[in-house]
T-cell receptor, first 114, second 114 residues
């Protein structure tokens, strides 16, 4: 049973470009979470999705960031018009349910904005 | 809203010595508690979790943690560390009866020296 998969593992963008980060949850998991880890900091929650629904996006910046989890295919975190401050590691996690169930983390995508 | 404080950003310790990594949390509601480990350039792996029941929780790799409700703490301990335990450790909480989103502490870097 493959774990949570994220691609790309490393992404380099110039300021103003778009970044698309993909996350395939573990088989059978319908809950997906995105977290951001800035250098030398802990992880910060961004968004919680179930299939075709955004459940909680309280951690998402108000502009330029969006996320989706379509009926088919991976979850996508999209950052438009990237700025240097977006440079971070972005982690996706999945769980089979809510309510204290373990979240399984992917290896992360390290975004560098030049 | 909840918050998590890991008082020590770095903990150096000699191999085979005991270690305690401290975690305190603040929340107006009941929470679930977790400890995750992150090895360099990897995602997070769950060490252990407290949902209910016995306040002493045993996890993988010989780690254990004790939930102290009156002190709102969930300190992680290991009686004898190995070089391979060198990693970043994160304490996290999630609200009971709510979404499964995790709030993380800032992390503690455990450095085991020979």
């Amino acid at each position: 049973n493959a774990g949570v998969m994220q691609n790309p593992r490393h992404l380099v963008r110039r300021r103003g470009q778009e970044a698309r980060l993909r996350c395939s949850p573990m088989k059978g998991h319908s809950h997906v979470y995105w977290y951001r880890q800035l250098p030398e900091e802990g992880l910060k929650f961004m968004v919680y999705l179930q299939k075709e629904n955004i459940i909680d996006e309280s951690g998402m910046p108000k502009e330029r960031f969006s996320a989706e989890f379509p009926k088919e295919g991976p979850s996508i975190l999209r950052i438009q018009q990237v700025v240097r401050g977006d440079s971070a590691a972005y982690f996706c996690a999945s769980s089979p349910s809510s309510g204290g169930s373990e979240q399984f983390f992917g290896p992360g995508t390290r975004l560098t904005v030049l | 809203a909840q918050s998590v404080t890991q008082l020590d950003s770095q903990v150096p310790v000699f191999e085979e010595a005991p270690v305690e990594l401290r975690c305190n949390y603040s929340s107006s509601v009941s929470v679930y508690l977790f400890w995750y480990v992150q090895y360099p350039n990897q995602g997070l792996q769950l060490l252990l979790k407290y949902l209910s029941g016995s306040t002493l929780v045993k996890g993988i790799n010989g780690f254990e943690a004790e939930f102290n409700k009156s002190q709102t703490s969930f300190h992680l301990r290991k009686p004898s560390v190995h070089i391979s335990d060198t990693a970043e450790y994160f304490c996290a909480v999630s609200e009971q009866n709510a979404g499964n989103m995790l709030t993380f502490g800032g992390g503690t870097r455990l450095m085991v020296k020979p």
